[in-house]
């Protein structure tokens, strides 16, 4: 069956031909439905509506709910990490790190989380991505770039960077912050999710590799991003 996407994205789909895409990991996909059906999934459930692949290198494709995730080092001196940020929940780094060192700031570097295909597996989902790959995310009208870059629990798809939150607020995505300084940075997050329907596309072997830094790694992760969306959806026209 076609994937039929929400209105509201239209715009931001345009091009992107859903009829050549097939569905991929159905085990995983399984998992996300169980859990929601789970008496722990009723509170926050992944509303996983289609997980696809397109065809000839295409990305890897996927609607859910979006979770804010706050895994990372600090943003700056002087300000919280991803465990005081989250203290339910969150790491003081990622999965990803900088070929320098470090991981990636969740209030400074929009990223997604990729599931693991299994508890601690260590290893994502779908077998044709990584740490690294870049991806766009789009709720409604707007449009994040990102980077794929934690692994999170094999249970739960749908969770996204404090950047990416704010890259894509509009109705319907509330701040991902309930306490913010002066300068309006992050000090605590809120624990809400975007509900339903926020798409993601990741493409497979993307990744910027050791270029990538902390000081370039929003810039070139949009350009590189955006680049490989609009030449994806501008062949599927």
């Known amino acids: 069956m076609v994937f039929v996407p929400p209105p509201a ?42 997980l696809l692949e397109f065809p000839d290198g295409g990305p890897v494709f996927w609607s859910a709910k979006m979770a804010v995730d706050a895994d990372g080092p600090p943003a700056g001196p002087g300000l919280p990490d991803g465990n005081e940020l989250d203290p339910a929940s969150g790491r003081p780094d990622t999965s990803f790190t900088f070929a320098d060192g470090g991981g990636l700031p969740s209030a400074l570097i929009p990223y997604i989380v990729l599931p693991q295909s299994g508890p601690r597996s260590n290893r994502p989902f779908h077998p044709a991505l990584a740490m690294g790959d870049l991806a766009v995310v789009i709720y409604r009208s707007k449009i994040s770039p990102a980077i794929c870059g934690d692994l999170g629990p094999y249970r739960l798809i749908g969770e996204a960077s404090i950047r990416v939150h704010e890259n894509l607020r509009q109705r319907g995505v509330p701040d991902p912050c309930k306490a913010r300084d002066a300068q309006g940075n992050c000090l605590k997050i809120l624990n809400e999710s975007v509900a339903e329907d926020v798409l993601i596309f990741a493409f497979p072997s993307s990744a910027l590799g050791p270029r990538l830094t902390l000081r370039n790694a929003e810039r070139d992760i949009r350009k590189a991003a955006l680049s490989r969306y609009n030449a994806f959806r501008g062949s599927g026209a």
């Open 9 to 50: 994205s239209l715009l931001q789909l345009r091009g992107v031909d859903f009829e050549r895409a097939r569905t991929c990991a159905p085990d995983a996909k399984a998992i996300y439905d169980a859990f929601d059906a789970s008496p722990a999934g009723q509170e926050d459930p992944n509303r996983c509506k289609a």
